[in-house]
Structures are given as C-alpha cells and as structure tokens.
Antibody, heavy 121, light 108 residues
C-alpha cells in the first residue's frame, strides 16, 4: 500500500524558515516524480513544486520561486520542502503527492494527509 | 500558464440526481492531460479521472469524464450521499500544473 506521511509543519514567524518532510513507503520511491501542493484555509488547491525521479530536475510556482527548495533523498525514501522567507500568505496545509505512473506525464495518484504550516507573528 | 475555470462554483442537488461539472482551460490542454479530484472536509484529494476520461483505480462507474482541447466535463450519473464534496480539475500537460478553483457539490 502506498503511504505518504508529511511532518515538520507548525507555527513560524514571518521571515522564518521551516522544512517539511514526506516519508514514502509501499512503492519504489526513486521511480516516481514527486510534488508539493498546498491549500490555504478554506481555499482551493495550489501546485507548489515538483522534482524528477532520478535527474533531480525541479520546478516551482512563481509564488515560491527563490524562497522554497524541493529535494529528495532516495536512500531514505523521503521528499523535502525547505521553506525560507515565509510570508503570511504561505499559511496552508501542504500535501506531498506522487505521480500515478512511473513514466511520462501523469496526474497525482497518491497524496499524504497534509502538514499545516501557519505563518504568523 | 494555463488557467482553469470551473463552473458552477456551487451545485445544489439531491441524492439520485445527475451532476454535471465543467472545467474550461485558457489554452489547449495537450493530449487531454486533464484530471479530476474529489476532496472531502479534512481529507486529502483523491484522483477520480485522468486523461480527461479514464477512471482511476477503484472509482465507481457513475463517475465519468469527457471533453478535449479546452472544455472538459465531469459527470456523476446518480448521486450517492458520499459524493457530496468539492471537485477540482487539474491540467498536467504543462508547467505549472494548475488546478481549477473547485466546484462544491452540496445536498439540496
């Protein structure tokens, strides 16, 4: 069974930093592209970032470019999101998600339960 | 960036009714790389439809997707009580992989 478990969320002051982790199990982690998607309280889903399976290519939404860094440790089956220079508008539940297929473009077939990040003074 | 616009924002129907949800893209979604997700309160989204019209594993056949190019539709043929939720479309043909703003399906 595919499992994605996020951790590392919490309360942080504006301008601060936080690192989210997503522990993966039940599948061959280094075969899949991985994503982060966020959802502000009461709002819709917003794609944040993705990372390739083995070439580590990364892409970001404009709203987080230069502040957030996605990375992965295939030996530990873990995905990360380093978030710096946090702003009030970064407050959201952050989900890690996995492509549904190994190769090519595919939707997000598996999701974690989410980690809440609150940016507030 | 491809902007996805979903309509209506809220749909009020009764169990047993047919639901039709729309997703319109600002540019052509290449190869119909369009997915639909269901999200219930306090839960993560769940993939329902991929490739505009293919059901994901374990999804009941009352859910169907159609459309191509810039206009896509999710249809729920006979609403069950557990289908009342928020539905999102997402294109994964180009970066950023954008989502629509969602359609809330509520009990009338």
């Amino acid at each position: 069974e595919v499992q994605l478990v996020e951790s590392g969320g919490g309360l942080v002051q504006p301008g601060g930093s936080l690192r989210l982790s997503c522990a993966a199990s039940g599948f061959i982690f280094n075969n899949y592209w991985m994503h982060w998607v966020r959802q502000a309280p009461g709002k819709g889903l917003v794609w944040v970032s993705r990372i390739g399976s083995d070439d580590y290519s990364t892409t970001y939404a404009d709203s987080v470019k230069g502040r957030f860094t996605i990375s992965r440790d295939n030996a530990k089956n873990t995905l990360y999101l380093q978030m710096n220079s946090l702003r009030d508008e970064d407050t959201a539940v952050y989900y890690c998600a996995r492509h549904s297929e190994v190769a090519g473009l595919s939707p997000l077939g598996s999701w974690g339960q989410g980690a809440l990040v609150t940016v507030s003074s | 960036e491809i902007v996805l616009t979903q309509s209506p924002g809220t749909l009020s129907l009764s169990p047993g009714d047919r639901a039709t949800l729309s997703c319109r893209a600002s540019q052509t979604v290449t190869s119909n790389y369009l997915g639909w997700y269901q999200q219930k309160p306090g839960q993560a989204p769940r993939l329902l439809i991929y490739g505009a019209s293919s059901r994901a594993t374990g999804i009941p056949d009352r859910f169907s997707g159609s459309g191509s190019g810039t206009d896509f539709t999710l249809t729920i043929s006979r609403l069950e009580p557990e289908d009342f939720a928020v539905y999102y479309c997402q294109q994964y043909s180009s970066l950023p992989n954008t989502f629509g703003q969602g359609t809330k399906l509520e009990i009338k």
